[in-house]
T-cell receptor, first 110, second 111 residues
Framework: DAKTTQPTSMDCAEGRAANLPCNHS???????VYWYRQIHSQGPQYIIH???NNETNEMASLIITEDRKSSTLILPHATLRDTAVYYC???????????FGPGTSLSVIP | SQTIHQWPATLVQPVGSPLSLECTVE??????LYWYRQAAGRGLQLLFY??????ISSEVPQNLSASRPQDRQFILSSKKLLLSDSGFYLC??????????FGPGTRLTVT
């Protein structure tokens, strides 16, 4: 079973920031938080991951709470091409396989 | 840079026919390899993973099998397809258990 819970769906206005929440209250000290997204009819795409500190790359920012029990993926300026299902996953990178849950379906609205 | 290939892109097969889907990775050595299936409107289901040549772990009992004859080649097979095998099949690779990179997928329709 997936170790995370995410809202089923969200809407975001084009050009605004999309903030996608994820709860992972049972996360252990060695587990990372990963985010992927899947655009319709394509394979999932890796976005970002982090352990404790906030992370930023060219695609998104990842904010992890101090207790690590939840995180937020931020798409700073959502475009129509960001419409996709977003998956939040926790995984221990040294030995653990990834389990994908149902994710959040993000719709970016013009 | 690393590249992952899957073929065919689409496939229509009758019930009871055999199946062979191939996945190859370029630009990396000794990757972990994965096969996932996604039924229409559903999430990703991990079917098999492999940490090395000849090493296959099965996640879900089914009429599918996987093989890894070479370091960067992963094959998904079935002797007799069922209607329930229809779906979107995705191959992925990773360095160790890190982030995974997915191929373009094969859309299989069993009729």
């Amino acid at each position: 079973d997936a170790k995370t819970t995410q809202p089923t769906s969200m809407d975001c206005a084009e050009g605004r920031a999309a903030n996608l929440p994820c709860n992972h209250s049972t996360i252990s000290g060695n587990e990372y938080v990963y985010w992927y997204r899947q655009i319709h009819s394509q394979g999932p795409q890796y976005i970002i991951h982090g352990l404790k500190n906030n992370e930023t790359n060219e695609m998104a920012s990842l904010i992890i709470t101090e207790d690590r029990k939840s995180s937020t993926l931020i798409l700073p300026h959502a475009t129509l091409r960001d419409t996709a299902v977003y998956y939040c996953i926790v995984s221990e990178t040294s030995y653990d396989k990834v389990i994908f849950g149902p994710g959040t379906s993000l719709s970016v609205i013009p | 840079s690393q590249t992952i290939h899957q073929w065919p892109a689409t496939l229509v097969q009758p019930v009871g026919s055999p199946l062979s889907l191939e996945c190859t990775v370029e630009g990396t050595s000794n990757p972990n390899l994965y096969w996932y299936r996604q039924a229409a409107g559903r999430g990703l289901q991990l079917l098999f993973y492999s940490v090395g040549i000849g090493q296959i772990s099965s996640e879900v009992p089914q009429n599918l099998s996987a093989s890894r004859p070479q370091d960067r080649q992963f094959i998904l097979s079935s002797k007799k397809l069922l209607l329930s095998d229809s779906g979107f099949y995705l191959c992925a690779w990773s360095v160790g258990w890190g982030e995974q990179y997915f191929g373009p997928g094969t859309r299989l329709t069993v009729t």
